[in-house]
Every structure is written in structure tokens, then in C-alpha cells.
């Protein structure tokens, strides 16, 4: 419980027990990201090429890093470093020191790493590579236990050829089949046959009605969707503590003669919140905005590719609040191109930012293991994800999300180039971006977001260890803030300004039995460069 749940008029709700630390000692996501914005030694950027540095032809690279200690010498402090690359598992638990390799540096913290040729090749098969410092004390201290990783610093910088370097091409997969198209009164079905298959099997289906992917199914015919939802346009999330920050949320603290009184004051010294006018918008994840297909159009339909384009339009409280062009380019391996402009209308102009531009899905419950290549191990957004390393990371639903004293949105990962869902025989879903610039944000989740926005309280969300997995993906999400809680934080270059046009483009490949979906966005990704 927290404040105004033991007949305390006058409270602060939640505000004095949500920081760094939850009650039981848990540790906030936030506390990486701060221990890493304050920790006492750090890499030294001298602009870009320090940060993503080049191989020279000697394969010697040179790190410079500041001691921010006052009292503590650079020979009290020991550094380690390893490699990880995007073909293989990063782990950040304690026992990777196994996997550490003394560095030695000098007395004014300059780094001499040898690259070993095995990384040039992989480099050159443009896979990515990334060298993790990470900085001990050089004696043992009183606090330090066997079952905790004892690093006070890290750091972690990508390696790339320079631009003039030879990279080996990377055989793209040939098509192995033929598509065919079926026109029904309220769907538009893709069939697939696959050189090894006999017959068609239906591979998606498309709603005439609303433009959205109502069926989906993985290379071994199983269904990816779950519970009949369908994989739909999603603008809204699970409101934040930080997004009820304004005046709103001041006045609602206050009692009613004095809220009534500041009325006035307080309007011209505070803004309100992001969530006050997202609910006066239409952006409520509790009543999302419905979705119009006024025409869904056969573009192309060869038997190598298939492309639709759906005109839909985003309705809430009877208006118009957002104008898409979806794209569906299908094709002989069972993926699917989807292409996205989204137009938000002149009635959302005043909401100062929006929440989210993407898309939802229900995910069958036995597809719950989970594999990406992002940032990690914990949840990470777009103004808090500095503390986080990119690599390839596993987890589960259960594993992804963080219990927020009141529920809101967590458990995203962010700058991803893909993720996998695969049940245990390694049927499932892939998502890929198109290019490793056009990263993109995803949470898969055992709670959806209206029933996260709903609860006040953790024991208002249903214990779940499996089930139905709610995965959101998105290539814009306003950042979630943190400066104060009692008005809107979050910085400019973080906000989705509604003024302007977005687009987004992603990769929908059915995964299968034997496939590596490492292997699988790495070739999705190649295919458009």
C-alpha cells in the first residue's frame, strides 16, 4: 500500500517510496543507468571515431579513460575486458569474468588492445562486434561477495572497418516457393508453397475491414497469434508515474479548497500532463483509438511477391485522429515487408507529444522464449538506456518486465535490430528491421497494457508465470523522463512531435525448427544495403 490507502486525506500517493530501490531492496532499472552516469572512471570521448573507433591495418586500438577518484590511484584499479558479438549470447551476470582478459594501461589511463584476426573476419562478414571494459579494484573490499558482480565501471564501444575496407557479400537465401492470393468477401489470404511442400498452406491473412494481420503462421503451419487478436496499429502505452506529472496531478494531491484556489496560479507555473491531454485526445490504452480500412488494394501479385495497400484512418471519440498507408509485401520464404506512414491529424496538435507510433500482437504462450539483438539485460528507453549494453540477449516474458509499485509501462528494449519468440522446438516469429539504423523498440509481456493501466496496486495484476505474451514493437516511443514527478519531463529531443509525418518499416519472417534467427536478421537486414 502507499498513500490514501489507510484513510490519509491529505497524502503523496506513491511519491516517497519510488525511487532507486523498491521496498524489498529491488533494484529500480534506473539504478543501472545512474550507477553508469556517476561511475568513478570513464572513457574518454574525443568524437566519433574514439567512440566507434576504426581497425587500423596494425589491428591496435588505443582507449583513453579518466579516474574521476579523488583519492584513489590508477595502480589501486585493475581493468578487464571480452569481446561479444552479434552471432552469439551476451551475458552480464558475475560469472563472465571467466570470459575476462587482463588490460593493461598506463598511468594516465590509456588502453592498448590487440584485435585478434578471427574478429577482423567477422567484422568483414559484417557482423558486429563490440570490446567491454569493465574496472575493478585491485584489492579485495569488505563488501564484496562471490554471487555479485564486483565491477564499479564499465564501458563498451563498437569496432567497424573503415569505410574503404574490403566486406565479403553474404548469399541471400533463393526463393524456394510460390505465392498465390485468395480474394474472400472480408479478407484478402496469402498462400504459400514451398519447393519441399506439395500443396498451398495459407500463410497470412489480412482484414478488408481494418487493415490489420489476422493471421500469421510460422514455417511449421503454427499459428503465431493468439486468442483471435489480430496485429494492429498501437499509439498508446500503460501510463507512467512520470507522464501524470502537471498540474492535473498537483491539484488532485491537494484538497479541494485549495486546489480550487491554484487553480489559476498553478495553470500559468505548470503544464498538464502528457496523460490529461492524451485522455482528452482520444490516446487512452484502456480505449485505444479504432482502426477504418477504407480500401485495401491488390498492388502487385506475382507468384514471388505479393504487395497489398491498406488506407486506414484511426477513430476515437468520433474523429479522426490519425490517416495510415500500410504497405504488406509478402514473399516465397513466408515473410512480410510491413511499411508504415502514419499522419497524425490537426486534432492532436495540442498534445505536446505521442505516446507511441506501432504495433501490438498476442503471441502464442508456448512461444515465450525469447532472443534479441538490442540493448540489455533490463529494460531500457530511449532517454534512459546509456547503462545498458547492446548485444544478443535471452530472457522470458516474466524476465522482460519490472513490478512498478503503482503498474505502468516497462519491460521495453530498445535500439534492437531483431527479436525472436520461438516455442521449444524453435517454431516462432522474427522481427527485423530493415536496416541497422532504423532500430526499434519491443516489450513481450504476460499483462497487456490496458490491464497495466487499469491497476493502482501490484496485487491488482494476476500472478502469471506463462500465458498469452502481449508484445508491442515500434520505431518511435516518447521517451519516459525522470527529472521531477510533478510535471512533464521529458526532453524535446525525446518527444513525437504530432506535427509531422512517421514512417517505419520492419520485417515479419515466420521462423522455424532449425532456423538462427541471428542468421535470419542479419540476412533480412543485408538484403537492403
Same mark, same amino acid.
Given at each position: ?34 550507477? %553508469? ?43 578487464? +575486458?571480452?569481446?561479444?558479438?552479434? +552471432? ?39 557482423? /558486429?562486434? $563490440?570490446?567491454?571494459? =569493465? $574496472?575493478? %579494484? =585491485?584489492? =579485495? !573490499?569488505? $563488501? ?22 574490403? /566486406? ?9 516457393? +510460390? ?11 496469402? $498462400?504459400? /508453397? ?59 494531491? !491537494? ?19 502528457? #496523460? ?47 490517416? *495510415? ?16 506512414? @502514419? ?12 505516446? /507511441?507510433?506501432?504495433?501490438? !500482437? ?55 535490430? #531483431? ?5 521449444? @522446438? ?43 505474451? %502481449? ?35 520492419? #520485417? ?19 538484403? *537492403?544495403?
Amino acid at each position: 500500500g502507499y498513500g490514501g490507502d489507510f484513510g490519509d486525506h491529505i497524502n503523496d500517493k506513491q511519491f516517497c517510496l519510488n525511487g532507486i530501490l523498491s521496498p524489498d531492496r529491488q533494484a529500480h532499472p534506473a539504478l543501472h543507468e545512474i550507477k %553508469y552516469l556517476q561511475q568513478a572512471v570513464a572513457l574518454v570521448h574525443k568524437g566519433k571515431e574514439t567512440s566507434v573507433p576504426h581497425v587500423a591495418d596494425s589491428t591496435t586500438l588505443h582507449f583513453c579513460f579518466e579516474n574521476r577518484f579523488h583519492q584513489t590511484p590508477w595502480t589501486e584499479l585493475q581493468l578487464k +575486458c571480452f569481446w561479444s558479438t552479434d +552471432c552469439l549470447i551476451h551475458t552480464d551476470s558475475p560469472n563472465h569474468a571467466q570470459n575476462m582478459s587482463q588490460a593493461e594501461f598506463d598511468d594516465k589511463g590509456v588502453v592498448t588492445v590487440e584485435i585478434n584476426d578471427s574478429y577482423i573476419h567477422l567484422l568483414r562478414n559484417r557482423n /558486429r562486434i $563490440w570490446i567491454n571494459f =569493465r $574496472w575493478f %579494484y =585491485r584489492n =579485495r !573490499m569488505e $563488501w564484496m561477495t562471490h554471487d555479485v558482480d564486483t565491477s564499479f565501471a564499465k564501458d563498451q564501444v563498437e569496432l567497424c572497418l573503415p569505410v574503404s575496407s574490403t /566486406r565479403e557479400d553474404i548469399p541471400q537465401i533463393p526463393a524456394d516457393g +510460390c505465392l498465390k492470393v485468395q480474394n474472400t468477401k472480408d479478407t484478402v489470404e496469402i $498462400w504459400l /508453397r514451398r519447393s519441399v511442400d506439395k500443396y498451398f498452406s495459407r500463410s497470412a491473412v489480412i482484414n478488408k475491414h481494418t487493415g490489420n494481420l489476422d493471421s500469421f503462421r510460422s514455417k511449421g503451419g503454427e499459428e503465431i497469434l493468439s486468442n483471435g487478436m489480430p496485429m494492429k496499429p498501437n499509439f498508446t502505452r500503460a501510463i507512467t508515474d512520470n507522464d501524470r506529472g502537471g498540474i492535473d496531478r498537483i491539484k488532485s494531491l !491537494m484538497p479541494s479548497w485549495v486546489s480550487c484556489g491554484m487553480s489559476l496560479v498553478g495553470s500559468m507555473l505548470f503544464s498538464y500532463s502528457y #496523460w490529461f491531454r492524451w485522455q482528452k485526445h482520444g490516446l487512452d490504452p484502456e480505449f485505444p483509438p479504432e482502426i477504418k480500412c477504407h480500401s485495401l488494394q491488390i498492388v502487385k501479385d506475382t507468384t514471388s511477391s505479393v504487395k497489398l495497400l491498406a488506407t486506414c484512418s484511426l477513430i476515437s471519440k468520433r474523429r479522426v485522429i490519425f490517416q *495510415q498507408n500500410i504497405v504488406y509485401e509478402f514473399h516465397t520464404d513466408g515473410s512480410i515487408k510491413l511499411s508504415t506512414q @502514419t499522419i497524425p491529424t490537426a486534432d492532436l496538435r495540442k498534445v505536446g507529444s505521442l505516446p /507511441r507510433i506501432g504495433y501490438s !500482437m498476442c503471441i502464442d504462450e508456448k512461444m515465450n522464449r525469447i532472443l534479441y539483438m538490442g540493448r540489455g539485460p533490463i529494460e531500457n528507453y530511449a532517454d534512459r538506456k546509456e547503462g545498458s549494453d547492446l548485444g544478443v540477449w535471452s530472457a522470458s516474458p516474466k524476465e522482460m518486465g519490472y513490478n512498478y509499485i503503482v503498474p505502468s509501462e516497462n519491460g521495453n528494449r530498445s535500439d534492437c535490430c #531483431w527479436c525472436s519468440l520461438a516455442n521449444e @522446438t524453435g517454431e516462432g516469429i522474427v522481427i527485423v528491421a530493415t536496416e541497422v539504423s532504423a532500430s526499434f523498440n519491443f516489450s513481450a509481456l504476460l499483462h497487456a497494457q490496458d490491464e497495466l493501466h487499469r491497476a493502482t496496486h501490484t496485487h491488482h495484476l494476476e500472478e502469471r508465470e506463462e500465458g498469452p505474451i %502481449y508484445l508491442s514493437f515500434d520505431r518511435h516511443q516518447m521517451g519516459i523522463g525522470g527529472d521531477v514527478g510533478w510535471s512533464p519531463c521529458v526532453y524535446k529531443p525525446y518527444l513525437l512531435q504530432p506535427d509531422k509525418e512517421f514512417y517505419s518499416s520492419f #520485417w515479419l519472417c515466420p521462423q522455424g525448427s532449425g532456423d538462427d534467427p541471428a542468421d535470419l536478421g542479419r540476412r533480412k537486414i543485408r538484403s *537492403q544495403t
